[in-house]
């Protein structure tokens, strides 16, 4: 009685349970015939039996190679049996290995090669970082060596490792005040290897900024007696215009101390003056003890 079998190779990673083949018997005639199926003691081991289905039975991957399996079948309307032997030829699943990590990428203002004024905002986004605490972005002249740079940050924006890894993170940073080619660099693990750049041109710094009110205060932090008169000085001020140019404004008090609930008062120009203790006030004293009291001036330009 013939024994056929289908689906001979399989797989060396393939689980135990798994069906390989199909068995069937048939008589002379070549009519199929029911029959049970069962291995040869040379067989149990690596193979089993389900039904008419040959199953794997090994509880670890197979080794590549060719199996003999021997089985009989034993009709269940007629007194006969068969038997045969197959091979299972074995093949090594050779596993293709997991793609790389993607490379690091860094971006400045969204873009590779962004254009920038002159002491503009910085947004770095750094991408598929390598995952350590103390990765770190510099910015660089471009074509400076690796190990010059203008400013640096950790991932965090600080120069503080963070205690957390990240492998993305935005931080920020100012564009140098000359115009030129820069760089933005990403180093991993506090080395000086550059894994990603990106380049940013810095192109005019557009109008310059306004001028601003310098104050000067003197003596910059005065004591006063708790019987300090009303009317007393007890501070000058001159107030100049960080370009030089006349100020032209007004000064007075201002948040957040503004005159200490009315203790203070001005008494002079908006260009120079004195501090004093407001005629109309309270009076400092009489104070049981030594106290600290602060307010703020306040120079507007029209």
């Known amino acids: 009685m013939p024994i056929t079998i289908s689906n001979l190779t399989i797989s060396n990673n393939v689980p135990a349970g798994a069906t390989i083949g199909i068995l069937t018997a048939q008589d002379a005639s070549g009519a199929v015939i029911q029959c049970n199926y069962r291995l040869t003691k ?13 199953v794997t039975a090994w509880s670890a991957p197979a080794t590549p190679g060719c199996y003999s399996v021997r089985i009989h079948a034993i009709g269940s309307s007629s ?6 032997t ?7 699943d050779v596993t293709s290995p997991p793609p790389p990590p993607p490379d690091p990428s860094i971006t400045v203002n969204g873009a590779n090669n962004a254009t920038v004024a002159e002491g503009a905002a910085l947004t770095i986004l750094i991408n598929n ?23 640096w940050v950790y991932l965090n924006g600080t120069q503080t490792a963070p205690s957390i890894a990240v492998t993305s993170a935005t931080v920020m940073m100012t564009a140098p005040t000359s115009d030129g080619a820069y760089e933005a660099r990403f180093y991993p693990n506090d080395s000086w290897n550059v894994s990603a750049r990106a380049v940013v041109s810095v192109a005019g710094g557009g109008a310059p900024p306004a001028p601003l009110p310098v104050i000067t205060v003197t ?6 007696p708790d019987t300090t008169p009303l009317g007393a000085i007890v501070a000058t001020y001159t107030v100049t215009m960080s370009d030089g140019s006349p100020f032209s404004g007004t000064i007075g008090f201002g948040a957040p101390n503004f005159d200490s609930g009315g203790i203070f008062a001005l008494n002079g120009t908006n260009t120079s003056g004195n501090i004093i203790v407001n005629p ?3 009076g400092v004293g009489p104070n049981t003890m030594t106290i600290t009291d602060h307010i703020t001036l306040v120079a507007v330009q029209p």
Request: net charge negative; proline share 5%.
């Open 42 to 54: 040379s067989s149990i081991g690596h193979f089993a039996i389900v039904g008419n289905q040959l």
């Open 79 to 84: 007194w006969f049996s068969g038997s045969a």
């Open 86 to 92: 197959f091979t299972v030829n074995i093949v090594n």
């Open 129 to 151: 970082g390598t995952g350590n605490t103390t990765d770190w972005v510099g910015l660089a002249a471009a074509g400076a060596p690796d190990t010059a740079i203008i400013a």
């Open 219 to 224: 003596p910059t932090i005065p004591e006063v």
């Open 280 to 282: 109309a006030g309270s």
